[in-house]
């Protein structure tokens, strides 16, 4: 049993939406890690009969979903865990199923990461120049494995407004020895004439049905100028990013004004968009980098889609 179950029932629980609202908790991965041990963790304070302690995990999962709409490893997750309760008969089966799922979640995030890395590094340049947008765990992953294969590319990455992910990407590129730069996010057109970009790698925090790939604003854009100039657009997606939904029923996440500008500086009456997902079309995407290698968008949602936990587990 983890040490968040000593808690008061619901204290974990917040913390963690309220975490993964802060940003404190970032990247669709990490994500889905922190929701599962989350409501496991909660299931752990929960008594009664069997129905009504998957009712009240069904209630916990509900207000975990909320704290980031747009990441679908969360839905996942906690789906997974959701399955694991409503697949035992008593109290005591129910705590320790919710607990062995999630660690399942955390065991099969890292060795997603891991297969994505070794299969996705094939499909970097021998050397040359790729472009990066925000900070995706998996595809630095993917990068890292590259580099300690023999490749030598540089890495051109963005800054990511509002909230400069790019310095994570950098750090974290120059940790596994790789050589990188930073750029604004408007001078991706401009590298992308001026230079031989021969990739673009994202992330991903959802795949629709209809492959579209939901990741940090600015994706679609990158993308849409890259298959312009025929530079090859891959996203690091592991199963838990797949979803059954189509896209017009994926959210997207609008945060805070106050992360773009300082609101003292704006006149009366102006307003700050701040949407931070995009959805870019699947013909836009060259494959998605997976478990089993660079899949085509419908092969990958054919591959994973019959894998996700069965929505039913949520009512
Ligand atoms: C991060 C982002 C990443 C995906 C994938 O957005 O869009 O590309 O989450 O990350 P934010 P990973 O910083 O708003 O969470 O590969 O680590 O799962």
């Given at each position: ?26 990247g669709?991965g ?80 890292k060795?997603s990461k891991a297969a994505i890395a070794q299969q996705g590094a094939r499909h970097m340049p021998?050397?040359?120049?790729v472009?990066t947008?925000?900070h995706s765990s998996a595809a630095v992953a993917v990068l890292a494995a590259a580099h300690k294969a023999g490749k030598r590319f540089d890495v051109?990455a ?10 994570l990407t950098v750090k974290a590129l120059r940790e596994a020895g790789i050589d990188c ?18 990739a673009?790698l994202v992330g ?30 891959y996203?690091a ?52 980098l ?26």
């Amino acid at each position: 049993m983890s040490a968040a179950s000593a808690q008061r029932p619901g204290q974990g629980l917040r913390r963690t939406v309220e975490d993964i609202r802060s940003m404190k908790v970032r990247g669709a991965g990490a994500i889905g890690v922190a929701g599962a041990q989350a409501l496991a963790d909660h299931v752990q304070t929960l008594e009664g009969r069997p129905n009504e302690v998957l009712q009240g995990a069904r209630q916990a999962a509900c207000e975990l979903d909320t704290a980031r709409p747009t990441a679908v490893t969360l839905h996942n997750g906690l789906g997974w865990v959701l399955a694991a309760v409503a697949a035992a008969s008593s109290l005591a089966e129910q705590k320790r199923n919710a607990l062995q799922a999630a660690r399942l979640v955390a065991e099969q995030a890292k060795a997603s990461k891991a297969a994505i890395a070794q299969q996705g590094a094939r499909h970097m340049p021998d050397d040359g120049l790729v472009l990066t947008h925000c900070h995706s765990s998996a595809a630095v992953a993917v990068l890292a494995a590259a580099h300690k294969a023999g490749k030598r590319f540089d890495v051109i990455a963005t800054e990511t407004r509002p909230f400069r992910q790019g310095l994570l990407t950098v750090k974290a590129l120059r940790e596994a020895g790789i050589d990188c730069a930073l750029t604004v996010d408007s001078a991706v057109e401009h590298h992308l004439a001026t230079r031989d970009v021969d990739a673009v790698l994202v992330g991903a925090d959802a795949v629709a049905r209809d492959g579209s790939l939901f990741n940090k604003i600015g994706t679609s854009g990158v993308a849409a100028l890259a298959h312009l100039r025929d530079v090859p657009v891959y996203s690091a997606a592991g199963l838990h990013k797949f979803t059954t939904r189509g896209p017009e029923a994926i959210p997207i996440e609008e945060r805070d004004g106050a992360e773009v500008v300082g609101l003292a500086d704006l006149p009366p009456g102006v307003r700050v968009l701040n949407p931070v997902f995009d959805r870019t079309p699947p013909d836009r995407i060259t494959g998605y980098l997976t478990e089993e290698g660079l899949l085509s968008p419908a092969k990958a949602v054919a591959r994973n889609v019959p894998q996700l936990p069965p929505e039913e587990v949520w009512r």
